[in-house]
Structures are given as C-alpha cells and as structure tokens.
C-alpha cells in the first residue's frame, strides 16, 4: 500500500506541475506580490532612505569640513616653510658675514705676524750679513798672513833670503786677482 500511495502522490505531482505557474493561483500572487513591494516601499521610504541620505550629508559635511582643515593646514605650512626658508638664508647671509669678518681678522693677524717675521727675518739676515763680512774680512786677513808665511818660509827653503815687503807685494797682487 505504501508502494501505490506514493506512487499515486508522485502522479498527482507531476499532473499539477509547479504551484508558481498555476494560472488558478495568479490573482492571489499578484496581491500578496503588490502588498510586499508596498510595504517594501513604505519602509524604504520612510525609515531606511531618510537614513541613508543623513548619513550621506554627515558624512559630506564632515569630508568638505576636513578638506577646508586639510588647505587650512596646507596655507599654514607653505607659510611655515617660506618663513624657515627666510631664516635659513638670512642665517646663512649672518653666517657669511662672520666668515668674512673672521678672514679679515686672520688675515690683518696674519699679515701683522707676517711683517713681524719679515722685520725679524731682516734683522736677523742683516746682522748675519755683518757677521758673514766680519768673517770674511778674518778669512782674508788670516788668509793673507797665512800665505805671506808661507810664502816666506818657501823663498827661505829654497836658499833665498825673504825680503817681507816683497813677499808682501806679491801676495797682495795674487789676491787681487
């Protein structure tokens, strides 16, 4: 009995068809279709849109008022920036001078050290001239006695007498070249 009962419903199934494409049953899913669609309107209209749109013109709000902050803090450090780029340059206008002035200070020091040592230098180059001519007049004179002794002591071993104002003679010629 199973066996036919439910091979009878299945038969009953299959002649039906499905119940959406039932011309009978139309009218009735045509009102329940247009009653859901009003009713989805009426809460989409009345309670989800209105939301919807506040959240949007909040959110609009709040997006154009930090886009005025944002340029707002924008003009705020352009202007930041120019006035460290102007300390900057005036710091390295500042700095320049007082290179300079610190050169010229070096150098006006240098140049008094400078003269100091060239008038040391001077001194010292005079006073050794002197000393190189004072040695020079020694060198000569002992040089002079020298070869008058030598000379002397040659003629008298060679057997002649020394006459000493003729070996005088001809050393002081030999000198002068």
């Known amino acids: 009995m199973t066996t036919t009962t439910t091979t009878e419903v299945a038969g009953e199934a299959a002649k039906a068809g499905m119940p959406q494409l039932d011309f ?16 989805i309107y009426l809460v989409l209209s009345r309670v989800a849109l209105p939301r919807i749109g506040g959240t949007i013109a909040n959110r609009k709000g709040t997006i154009t008022a930090d886009l005025s902050a944002a340029e707002e803090l924008k003009q705020k450090a352009v202007a930041a920036e120019a006035a460290y780029n ?21 150098q006006a020091d240098l140049a008094k050290a400078g003269a100091k040592a060239d008038a040391e230098i001077a001194a010292k180059a ?11 007049q020694g060198a000569v004179a002992a040089v002079e006695t020298v ?31």
Do not use: H
Not at 24 to 39: A, C, E, K, M
């Open 86 to 106: 102007e300390a900057l340059a005036n710091a390295r206008s500042e700095a320049a001078k007082i290179i300079a002035a610190a050169k010229a200070d070096i």
């Open 24 to 39: 009978s049953t139309f009218p009735n899913q045509i009102f329940w279709l247009l009653v859901t669609l009003t009713v």
């Open 126 to 136: 005079a006073e050794s001239s002197k000393r190189i001519d004072e040695i020079k």
């Open 147 to 177: 070869a008058k002794d030598t000379a002397a002591e040659l003629v008298g071993a060679l057997g002649g007498k020394a006459d000493a104002a003729a070996i005088s003679a001809a050393v002081a010629a030999r000198l002068k070249g």
